[in-house]
Structures are given as C-alpha cells and as structure tokens.
C-alpha cells in the first residue's frame, strides 16, 4: 500500500472505531501527510522508517520553530498511526516505541531584585503614614500590610487575602494557614511584619476577615489587591507587567534561597506538597548566575 493509501485507512479506523470528529480527523491527516513527505525525503516510506527518521523529523519540527507541545501533539498522532501498522500486521515494528516526546521547558517565575521590593515597601509604608481622606488612609495601610506579610511569609495570595483574625491575633509572630487540600502550616513573621499587622487590627472594627470587605465573601478579593498593588509599582517606578501578588511570593522564596535558606525550609513555607515545584526557585538562581558569569567574564565576549 502507498503512504496515502495507509494514511486513509488510519484515518477510516479512527473514525468508524473511535468516533473521533472531524477537526479530529482533518489535524490527523495534516500531521501525517507532513511526516510522510519527511519520511519520503530521507528515502524511506511508512513502512520502513526507522526509529532515527523520527527523531530527525523532530528536529526539522524543532528547526521550523514548532513549539514543545505542539511537536509533542505531532508525535503521539505518528504513535497512534504506528501502532495501528503494528495491530494490523502491515508493519512488524514501531519506530516512536522508544522515541522521548518533547517536553515544554517551565516558565521561570518573574522575581523583583530586593531593591525592587525595598522601593515597594518603602513606598506602601510612607503613603500609609501620609494624612489624606479616611478611605485612602485605609486603603493605604492595607495595602501596606498586605505586601508586609506577603514578602515576610510567602502566602499564596488566596491564603493572604482570606486570612482570619484568629490565625494572628493569639501570637503574631507566627501564623496558622490553612493552604491547598485543607492541609494547615505554621509560618513565622518578621518584625516589620507583625507591627504592621498589630497596627492595621488596631485600625479595624470587630469581625472575621483580617482583611474584610463588603463583597459575597466577606474579605478583600484578589483582583482588587493586585490592582493596588500594580497601581503602587507604577507609583514607584516599577514596569506593572513585572509586579503581581504571585511575584512576591516567588521573590519571597528566591531571596530566601540565595540567602542560603534549604530548600526543604522553603517548601514548608510555601506549602508545596511536592519539592519539585519548589526546586523552580533554584533554577532561577542557576539563570542569574549563568547571566553573571557571561556579562563579567574576562573571557565572556573573547
């Protein structure tokens, strides 16, 4: 049988044995008719591709500029194409048995320099101490506190503005969260921190929510904190695409670890249930240290 014919009759079983739909169908036809005439430039046909012809064919993939999840898509219709040589007896053998998928690298988190959160601090705390209206003042102070114990403890920003009273008022300098799988952690404050903390409960009429407001929920919304707090950035100089609650919190973790805190400190704190969500903090610091040598190397533009 001819590629084209082989490709029909792949195509007919994934239609009439699985159902699946057109579009289905047609994204099918389009990637396999791209790796045949790949297969056919190496001089080789569908039945007798070898294992390395598919791996070249991710790399011509790669060269055209085709991302890790679509070459990874590309590759599991060339798998399921193969297989069905196999299962029919047309070919003896799969070359993508043992061919690895292309894997996406992870986005590294975008991290503010200790400079870069010193000026925010710094800022949040003058304009909460700056007299204007009753509802600025507050907000002000707010907004203060919040990135306080945001760089102090690391809290995800769900945990941060859903804070209950009671997790702080027995003993500030530690605070019971409640994160992900209802799974509870204790996590220390700093100093700064925890007066701020005392000041703003000082400020507030009895209730929940450490951060109360008048929504459904009953406290602050994270739209409306990463609002203020992109508001403050620009305020201080700071490009707004930079800065979000969730920056904090990784600058939290980054600075802990090039202050040479352990990684499994770090997890605790951050409540990640696996080290390897954690250990992303440690390859943003490989990045800056590689970015280092290169810029001040003797021998870097040699």
């Not at 102070?141 to 503005?161: D, H, I, N, P, W």
């Not at 996590?187 to 459904?216: C, H, Q, S, T, Y």
Request: with cysteine; proline share 3%.
């Amino acid at each position: 049988m001819s590629g084209g014919h082989l490709i029909g009759s792949f195509l007919e079983m994934m239609s009439a044995e699985r159902g699946a739909a057109a579009n289905t169908i047609e994204a099918y036809r389009r990637d396999l008719t791209h790796y045949a005439a790949f297969v056919s430039a190496q001089h080789q046909t569908l039945l007798n591709a070898t294992r390395d012809t598919v791996t070249a064919w991710l790399d011509d993939l790669k060269t055209e500029g085709l991302s890790a999840s679509s070459s990874a898509r590309r590759l599991s219709a060339i798998r399921q194409f193969h297989k069905f040589l196999c299962a029919d007896g047309i070919r003896s053998d799969d070359p993508t048995r043992i061919v690895a998928s292309p894997k996406s690298r992870r986005a590294l988190p975008k991290v503010l320099s200790l400079a870069e959160v010193d000026r925010l601090l710094t800022l949040a705390e003058t304009e909460a101490n700056t007299p204007a209206s009753p509802q600025k003042q507050v907000a002000a102070q707010r907004l203060y506190v919040l990135l306080e114990m945001l760089y102090a403890t690391g809290l995800r920003v769900s945990e941060l503005v859903s804070l209950k009273r009671a997790a702080v008022m027995r003993d500030a300098a530690f605070i019971t969260v409640t994160g992900k799988g209802n799974k509870d952690r204790v996590v220390p404050m700093n100093d700064r921190a925890r007066d701020a903390v005392r000041f703003w409960i000082g400020m507030l009429e009895p209730g929940l929510f450490l951060f109360p407001a008048k929504g459904e929920d009953g406290h602050l919304t994270r739209q409306v904190f990463a609002r203020d707090l992109k508001a403050l950035a620009a305020r201080a100089g700071i490009s707004t695409a930079r800065v979000a609650p969730h920056v904090l919190r990784h600058a939290f973790a980054s600075h802990l670890l090039a202050g040479g805190a352990d990684l499994r400190v770090v997890q605790m704190l951050l409540g990640h249930a696996d080290i390897s969500t954690t250990q992303i903090y440690t390859h943003v610091l490989d990045e800056k240290l590689r970015k280092l040598v290169e810029s001040h190397h003797p021998l870097a533009n040699g």
